[in-house]
């Protein structure tokens, strides 16, 4: 199983609190992502980095913002949580190339916003 | 994401039937990945698929590319209740952007004994 462990796995947290989801990996792999998953829309991509500092956009990141200092954290900042965040979050991380590029995934945060 | 369509959203089949999954996209695929999801827990990598015409297998499951690469499906033979789950596709769809890897909403698949 690739390494890579979310904290925290649950949280409840109220509207206007903010609210740290941390993706850590042991792969040293370079590209990392963070999804939300909700029914009827599947897995959205909010941000992702392929480096440390280096971190960009997906399709859903308004209210998001994201941080990587080290190449083994990935953190994901809700400024100001909002009801429509509540969600089931994923970080990824992606394999090397050359080999088929797929996307290993954590166990998820489930973050309910009151 | 719009640009995979996963068919069909939901299947219940009885344990031992065959069934099949479908995963569209309007834009040629760069390479196509099959992921399993059981309830509340991370996706689960199944296979990757990247030349028109590829077929791949991992024990009961078999997954086709076709050969314009739009679309891809699964299917699974004789059913059992550990094939239960969410089946995501994934893909590389360079006009997406910046998005590296988009997502159908996936298939929600019941087996029943």
């Known amino acids: 199983d690739a390494g890579i462990t979310q904290s925290p796995r649950h949280k409840v947290t109220e509207t206007g609190t903010p609210v740290t989801l941390r993706c850590h990996q042991t792969e040293n792999h370079r590209y990392m992502y963070w999804y939300r998953q909700d029914p009827g829309h599947g897995l959205r991509l909010i941000h992702y980095?392929?480096?440390?500092?280096?971190?960009d956009k997906g399709e859903v990141s308004d209210g998001y913002s994201v941080s990587r200092s080290k190449t083994e954290d990935f953190l994901l900042t809700l400024e100001s949580a909002t009801s429509s965040q509540t969600s089931v979050y994923f970080c990824?991380?992606?394999?090397?190339?050359?080999?088929?590029?797929?996307?290993?995934f954590g166990e998820g945060s489930r973050l309910t916003v009151l | 994401s719009q640009e995979l369509e996963q068919s069909p959203q939901s299947l219940i089949v009885q344990e031992g039937k065959n069934l099949t999954i479908n995963c569209t996209s309007s834009k040629t695929l760069y390479g196509l990945y099959w992921y399993k999801q059981k309830y509340g827990e991370g996706l689960i990598f199944l296979m990757m698929?990247?030349?028109?015409?590829e077929e791949k297998s991992h024990e009961k499951i078999t997954a086709k590319l076709d050969e314009k690469k739009q679309q891809s499906s699964l299917h699974i033979t004789a059913s059992q209740p550990s094939h239960a789950g969410i089946y995501l596709c994934?893909?590389?769809?360079?006009?997406?952007?910046?998005?590296?890897?988009?997502f159908g909403k996936g298939t929600r698949l019941s087996v029943i004994a």
């Open positions: 980095s392929y480096g440390v500092k280096d971190t």
């Open positions: 698929l990247q030349k028109g015409g």
């Open positions: 990824a991380i992606r394999a090397p190339p050359g080999g088929t590029g797929e996307l290993f």
């Open positions: 994934g893909a590389v769809i360079p006009s997406s952007g910046n998005t590296p890897l988009v």
